[in-house]
Nanobody, 117 residues
Framework: VQLQASGGGLVQAGGSLRLSCAASGRIVSSYVMGWFRQAPGKEREFLAGIRWFGGRTDYADSVKGRFTISRDNAKNTVYLQMNSLKPEDTAVYYC???????????WGQGTQVTVSS
């Protein structure tokens, strides 16, 4: 399986972006797809996750109400809709396929999001 993230770019504060993460290869329904980000000088942080099977979602408090994660099983693609963006949302955004119980994790390449004030 490979993960291809896209959709980053430059946006003004208050604007929106939608990130996509396309998974190629065999998808295991018990896996979770998540979005993380890493700003310069900071640790990578969890933003949102969604289960391929059932679609249950989880969000970090810092993005709850502004970011929405969704999936399209037919396209093996997970999205992160980001609204009301702030300069502090500037970071490299990564998608990840994982199952902590099985010790499985696969990262996609990052996509840069820059929010100007």
């Amino acid at each position: 399986v490979q993960l291809q993230a896209s959709g980053g770019g430059l946006v003004q504060a208050g604007g929106s972006l939608r990130l996509s993460c396309a998974a190629s290869g065999r998808i295991v329904s018990s896996y979770v797809m998540g979005w993380f980000r890493q700003a310069p000088g900071k640790e990578r942080e969890f933003l949102a996750g969604i289960r391929w099977f059932g679609g249950r979602t989880d969000y970090a408090d810092s993005v709850k109400g502004r970011f929405t994660i969704s999936r399209d099983n037919a396209k093996n693609t997970v999205y992160l809709q980001m609204n009301s963006l702030k300069p502090e949302d500037t970071a490299v955004y990564y998608c990840k396929s994982y199952n902590d119980a099985l010790g499985y994790a696969l990262w996609g390449q990052g996509t840069q999001v820059t929010v100007s004030s």
